[in-house]
């Protein structure tokens, strides 16, 4: 692979170059491609669980109430997570392409933090409803109706598409002072923004969009959940902590399967502790390739409707004998 990699002079400022390196799992290259198949059965499960919510929620007129229709969001912004990482990381597995082309790349990075802060948004957007359902049930209808949904879900799009429209234009147009080389196995931000020349201030706008999401949300997700815990604390009836309890819990375990990793890798980095590359690739497929795959499970076990629905989905049904 060292035959690969760009020469750049140090302290010289070029312009993007036509290909990206990546790097993947050091030593990967050397040893057959068992985690081809783990990979695409990850994927295809992934994919399953996340069209199985979705046709049922889109079938189920009984299901078509807000708190079904974020969780119908949240399926959509995991499919599309894990489709925007399958590109890279299927090359690296099946052909060992490490170089990608910039703009293939540029549009990969795009998605990824599209469909990532997505999700995001989303998981706040069901803190801010169950806070509404169990700290104000009276209000709930009253406040949660079609037009306010339609106008959460608007500044979700805007967030995700409008905020990060002009990140790959943003990078395709900074000076360059360091060789093209991203160390994870598929195109992220930060690792495409650290190679830029001190001074270019398009790095500043683009961290500034990802931290807004990636940093705010779950700030405001566990300050609901205070809110919540604190209004349970004082119901007498365990029925009623009983209901709250499957969904809050489905949710929750969602929140923290998609940001510890992230803050793992932070705090990492932040601490500059010694972990080696592999560690950090482990993380960051963690954080990107585990929600997909287990956010459809921990929903349908939690929560009793959309588990029934389900079942009656793929229930044979009876015929009977006509005399």
């Not at 399958?86 to 052909?95: F, I, K, N, S, V």
């Not at 910039?102 to 599209?114: D, E, K, P, R, Y």
């Not at 495409?192 to 990636?214: F, T």
């Not at 919540?228 to 399967?257: D, F, M, N, Y």
Request: proline share 9%.
């Amino acid at each position: 692979m060292a035959t690969l990699l760009p020469q750049v002079i140090p302290n010289s400022s070029t312009p993007m170059a036509s290909t990206f390196l990546l790097m993947g799992i050091p030593g990967l290259s050397a040893a057959p491609s068992w985690w081809t198949i783990p990979l695409i059965t990850v994927y295809l499960l992934s994919a399953l669980g996340n069209g199985t919510i979705l046709g049922v929620i889109a079938l189920e007129p009984t299901l078509h109430r807000p708190m079904y229709f974020f969780l119908f969001l949240l399926s959509v912004s995991d499919i599309g997570l894990a489709t925007s990482l399958m590109p890279t990381l299927l090359g690296l597995a099946l052909a060992d392409a490490h170089t990608v082309p910039a703009s293939a790349c540029l549009l990969q990075m795009f998605f990824i933090h599209v469909f990532s802060v997505m999700e995001s948004s989303v998981l706040l957007a069901m803190a801010f409803d169950r806070a509404l359902a169990i700290c104000r049930p009276l209000h709930y209808p009253a406040l949660l109706t079609n037009d306010n949904i339609q106008k959460i879900c608007m500044a979700i799009a805007f967030r995700s598409l409008g905020l990060h429209l002009p990140l790959p234009f943003l990078l395709a147009h900074m000076p360059y002072c360091r060789p093209q080389i991203l160390t994870h196995s598929y195109c992220l931000h930060p690792d495409m923004a650290r190679l830029a020349c001190p001074g270019a201030w398009g790095p500043v706008y683009s961290l500034a969009v990802v931290l807004s999401a990636m940093a705010l949300d779950p700030l405001l997700i566990f300050f609901s959940y205070g809110l919540i815990g604190r209004v349970l604390q004082g119901v007498g009836c365990s029925e009623a902590r009983w209901k709250a309890g499957p969904t809050c819990a489905a949710h929750l375990s969602a929140v923290l399967l998609f940001y510890t990793p992230m803050v793992l890798l932070a705090l990492i980095n932040r601490l500059k502790l010694p972990l080696p590359q592999p560690g950090h690739t482990l993380l960051s497929y963690i954080h990107f390739l585990l929600p997909p795959l287990i956010n459809p499970v921990l929903y349908t076990v939690k929560m009793k409707e959309i588990r029934e629905r389900i079942l009656k989905r793929f229930q044979p049904k009876k015929v009977g004998c006509t005399r």
